[in-house]
């Protein structure tokens, strides 16, 4: 399935008319947020440059991660399990019921986590973790079973796995900060938070989202390659060579492949190459990990509304917008002044406008950020940055696939990408604007869209954790009569 995200409506640069100071400025932030093919292909370049870096050493900015996760899937993998995702924005439990033949079924739950929860001590979070799965097993009358069911723990933050259920949470991302937490194993904490609450699981295998998005696609497509994130942050793992792994000490595999989860959210974070503009260090500076992360900053949901507030509160500070008498003015500008006032969501709708007089996304203004009056000048400037910014994230984001692809030598006989993360599935245009980059970073292939295939692989944190579950245990088996 391809992402069903609706055409983002692009504003013609020629359209952008205003005062000459106004003009001016939308001219030099088009040309701070365009990024050609020649510098896309810089970017991929030292993107290839830093997987390799990644793959000999530890400690690199790309970490190369090996996921523990060895060899390819059948496709046959049956059994209940079940799946947990903490992923940024959502905790969600799943019971996933393999069937076999790629096809499978799920029933789940969601719910919300607190900022109090994301930043207090990692033990009220595991037992709030704890609690949902409780609840949720109930739910589904399987709170008094016998046998203790296997947990895939989609947990996606930078862990360095020592096993396929062990690992240690080098830093959070993402906007979570609990105590208690980095240098810790968080299976082995949330283990003990279903102890202390008699919860009949068992944490099986310690899954990062990508890895998990990357098995959920290929349980029907065989020839995936890799798996992304674009949501809340961004993330990829795909299939390596154990013989490429050369900082590999974990001795014996039962596979001659291995699932890398590469954690390039923190691609270029000593800046040598990615396009930062002050908007960016803006951001970057009032996070709550600066320096940290840079890629994914440029690329994700939690942080394109963000840039794009930035750009807007330096034009109402130049007086190149909202510039009305003192008092609107000042009242205008509460809401769009505060920090994460201007969701990424907001862009999707607004790069969705197709009105004439731009009349949606003055009504989404309006509705959002309390800004009443918008000028049809002022919604097409709006419409533009949001353009800019959602364009610059999408071609960015390609670099990767078009690095991945490369690495592996799969561009002839091409591959199937597997993508998560709401950014993806809802954001206008957005993988026509990755498909474009990357028809430019790779322009021997001739039909992009049947070589590099990509493809909503929307229940990775649940479906995949389930099927890396089901891989662990085939891996002990093999262990177990080696
Ligand atoms: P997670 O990454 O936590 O698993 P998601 O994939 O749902 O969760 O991503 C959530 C992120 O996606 C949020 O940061 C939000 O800004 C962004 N987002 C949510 N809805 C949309 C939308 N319609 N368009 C673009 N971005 C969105
Ligand atoms: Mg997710």
Not at 176 to 201: E, I, M, N, S, Y
């Amino acid at each position: 399935m391809a992402s069903k995200a609706p055409q983002a409506y692009e504003v013609n640069a020629n359209e952008l008319t205003g005062t000459p100071e106004q003009e001016a400025y939308m001219r030099d932030i088009i040309d701070q947020f365009t990024i050609d093919t020649k510098y896309l292909e810089q970017v991929r370049d030292r993107f290839m440059l830093e997987m390799q870096k990644g793959l000999d050493k530890e400690g690199a900015t790309i970490a190369m991660i090996p996921s523990f996760v060895e060899g390819r899937l059948t496709g046959k993998e049956e059994g209940n399990f079940l799946a947990l995702d903490l992923g940024g924005t959502n905790l969600r439990v799943v019971l996933v019921t393999l069937e076999g033949q790629g096809k499978y079924k799920t029933v789940s739950s969601k719910s919300r986590v607190s900022e109090e929860l994301k930043t207090g001590p990692m033990r009220n979070l595991c037992d709030y973790i704890a609690e949902c799965v409780d609840t949720f097993l109930t739910e589904q009358g399987l709170e008094n079973q016998e046998i203790e069911l296997n947990l895939g723990y989609t947990f996606s933050f930078p862990v360095l796995q020592t096993k396929i259920n062990r690992g240690v949470l080098s830093t959070w991302t993402k906007g979570f900060a609990c105590t208690g937490a980095v240098g810790k194993d968080p299976v082995l904490l949330l283990q003990d938070a279903l102890l202390r609450k008699h919860v009949p699981v068992k944490v099986s295998a310690l899954v990062n989202d990508t890895v998990g998005t990357l098995l959920s696609n290929a349980y029907n497509k065989p020839n995936t390659l890799a798996g992304l994130i674009l949501g809340t942050g961004a993330n990829g793992a795909y299939i390596e060579k154990m013989n490429k792994i050369n900082k590999w000490k974990g001795g014996k595999t039962t596979s001659d492949e291995m699932i890398i989860n590469m954690e390039f959210g923190a691609f270029d974070n000593e800046r040598q190459i990615l396009p930062l503009t002050r908007f960016d260090n803006k951001l970057d500076r009032e996070s709550i990990n600066p320096h940290a992360q840079l890629y994914e900053k440029m690329i994700s949901g939690m942080y394109l509304g963000e840039i794009t507030r930035n750009v807007l509160t330096d034009m109402i500070d130049r007086e190149l917008l909202l510039k009305r008498d003192e008092n609107t003015s000042f009242a205008w500008s509460k809401e769009i002044s505060r920090h994460w006032s201007f969701e990424t969501a907001f862009m999707s709708n607004i790069e969705a406008d197709n009105s004439a007089d731009f009349s949606y996304t003055k009504e989404i203004l309006d509705t959002n950020l309390s800004l009443h009056d918008i000028t049809t000048t002022e919604a097409k400037f709006i419409k533009k940055i949001c353009e800019l910014v959602g364009k610059r994230a999408a071609r960015l984001a390609a670099c990767s696939i078009a690095a991945i692809v490369q690495h592996t030598g799969a561009t002839q006989a091409g591959c199937d990408i597997g993508i998560d993360g709401s950014l993806y599935e809802f954001y206008p245009s957005f993988e026509n604007r990755m498909y474009e980059a990357l028809s430019e970073l790779l322009p021997e292939v001739s039909d992009i869209r049947k070589t590099i295939r990509l493809g909503l692989a929307k229940d990775g944190s649940g479906v995949g954790a389930a099927l890396t579950a089901c891989v662990a245990a085939r891996m002990e088996k093999v262990q177990a009569t080696a």
